[in-house]
């Protein structure tokens, strides 16, 4: 069974579009995580949500946003995508907030044309 | 906000000892030290976390000394396999405390 899962794995999508990608985690954990990483592989966080409540939010557009539905799930909705919104995008969960473990899923490439 | 740097690339060749170091000149109190590695195409995956002195695991080791303004990862004995990109994060200490990666190492290990 797959700890973290992202869907979908690919997605392309024109500019203007909105578009959002799912997170699901059966790890049990209480917080998870979206990152960004860029074409120069750096990774930088985004949010961050525990027990559904957001305890990280980084410097990123207002057009990006999490949604939690229940602990296990954190989706990312993005508006207006711009052609700068290209990247991975990853998922991750942990135990506790702070310095636990993280998993990570396997990540979403978007493509904005 | 720990601002963390890494060298950008490393090369070594099977059976040898690699460590890599991170710079955190501006880590918090209660900020721990976490070490991922990531194949190409896949998520980060942990290796190995710390808080100060030494840590220990079946597949590396962390030293991280007094001032904890750097840290390294050892990995004794790489093999092929071993040829990914390792990032140290930094950040946690503190429910809500920032998460900064280090840019990364591109590690290649040669035959």
């Known amino acids: 069974d797959t700890a973290v899962s992202q869907t979908p794995k690919y997605l392309v999508t024109q500019m203007g579009n909105d578009k959002s990608i799912k997170c699901e985690q059966n790890?049990?954990?209480?917080?998870m995580y979206w990152y960004k990483q860029d074409s120069k592989k750096f990774l930088k966080i985004m949010f961050s949500?525990?027990?559904?409540?957001?305890?990280i939010n980084e410097t990123v557009p207002n057009r990006f946003s999490p949604k939690s539905p229940d602990k296990a799930h954190l989706n990312l909705h993005i508006n207006s995508l711009e052609l700068g919104d290209s990247a991975v995008y990853f998922c991750?969960?942990?135990?506790?907030?702070?310095?636990?473990?993280?998993?990570f899923g396997p990540g979403t490439r978007l493509t904005v044309t | 906000l720990a601002k963390t740097t890494q060298p950008i690339s490393m090369d070594s060749y099977e059976g040898q000892e690699v460590n890599i170091t991170c710079s955190h000149n501006?880590?918090?109190?209660?900020?721990?030290i976490t070490w991922y590695q990531q194949f190409p195409s896949q998520g980060p995956r942990f290796i190995i976390q710390?808080?100060?002195t030494k840590v220990t695991n079946e597949v590396a080791s962390l030293f991280i000394p007094a001032d904890r303004k750097s840290s390294t990862l050892s990995l004794p004995r790489v093999s092929l396999s071993d040829t990914a990109v390792y990032y140290c994060?930094?950040?946690?200490?503190?429910?809500?405390?920032?998460?900064?990666f280090g840019g990364g190492t591109r590690l290649m290990v040669k035959p």
């Open positions: 949500y525990n027990n559904k409540e957001l305890i």
């Open positions: 790890l049990g954990h209480d917080t």
């Open positions: 991750a969960s942990s135990q506790g907030r702070g310095g636990w473990e993280q998993y």
């Open positions: 501006n880590i918090a109190t209660n900020d721990y």
């Open positions: 994060l930094v950040g946690g200490g503190n429910a809500g405390n920032m998460l900064t």
């Open positions: 710390g808080y100060k």
